[in-house]
């Protein structure tokens, strides 16, 4: 079975503060695409990052950096200098190679507030 | 701006009734998705098309059909509308539809039946 978990349900910051996301995945495929989408207040959902399972390389873009893990199924998304535009819901996504279903398998998602 | 656009924004309506949410996907992409988020059943999806067809079917009720139109636009039909069918529906596009591809996301239609 495919399975998304997001064990951090909300996380409370002050801004400057470093703070990284939890996502750990189950699949059995070899291949497979890992997901991270950013919804802030006003609802829409927003394109972060892909990840395929053939590239462990870890990725930084600014402030945002992931971290894949194939050893412990996991792709950890960390802010570095937490911003108050940061507060939003972040949600880690999968998506396998079914056949025909392109589906995405979405964690639950972790809120995360920034305070000033 | 992921350039995909949803209409309308917002919809109240009362149960029974029938309503039709609109998605215009990006341009050159193919593909469109639905999902539905709601507070006790995260996101799900809902139906994906390609090019004119069906190609995957998820946790869709039979009160709901969709479809994919030739200029590429989709629609989605709820019907026989319940309380538990408020939620925000989103549309996704990707180019081709295929495992790689990277889901853009419109702004989504929030639903609120009462």
């Known amino acids: 079975a495919q399975k998304v978990t997001q064990a951090q349900t909300e996380i409370s910051v002050v801004e400057k503060e470093d703070v990284t996301l939890d996502c750990v995945y189950e699949?059995?495929?070899?291949?497979?695409?890992l997901f991270w989408y950013k919804q802030p207040p006003s609802g829409e959902l927003v394109f972060l990052i892909r990840r395929n399972s053939f590239d462990e390389q870890n990725e930084i873009s600014g402030r945002y950096s992931w971290n894949f893990q194939k050893s412990t199924s996991s792709f950890n998304f960390t802010i570095t200098a937490s911003q108050v535009v940061d507060s939003a819901v972040y949600f880690c996504a999968l998506r396998i190679n079914a056949g025909n279903n392109r589906k995405l398998i979405w964690g639950l998602g972790t809120s995360l507030a920034v305070n000033p | 701006d992921s350039g995909v656009t949803q209409t309308p924004k917002h919809l109240i309506t009362a149960t029974g009734q029938r309503v039709t949410l609109r998605c215009s996907p990006r341009s050159g992409d193919l593909s469109v998705y639905w999902y539905q988020q709601s507070l006790d059943q995260g996101l799900q999806f809902l139906i994906q098309?390609?090019?004119?067809?069906?190609?995957a079917k998820g946790n869709i009720l039979e009160r709901f059909s969709a479809q994919q139109f030739p200029d590429l636009h989709s629609e989605l039909n709820l019907s026989s509308l319940e309380l538990g069918d408020s939620a925000l529906y989103f549309c996704?596009?990707?180019?081709?539809?295929?495992?790689?591809?990277?889901?853009?996301f419109g702004p989504g239609t929030r639903l609120t039946v009462l």
């Open positions: 996704a596009s990707s180019p081709s539809g295929g495992n790689s591809d990277t889901q853009y």
């Open positions: 098309y390609y090019n004119g067809e069906e190609r």
């Open positions: 699949t059995r495929d070899t291949t497979y695409y």
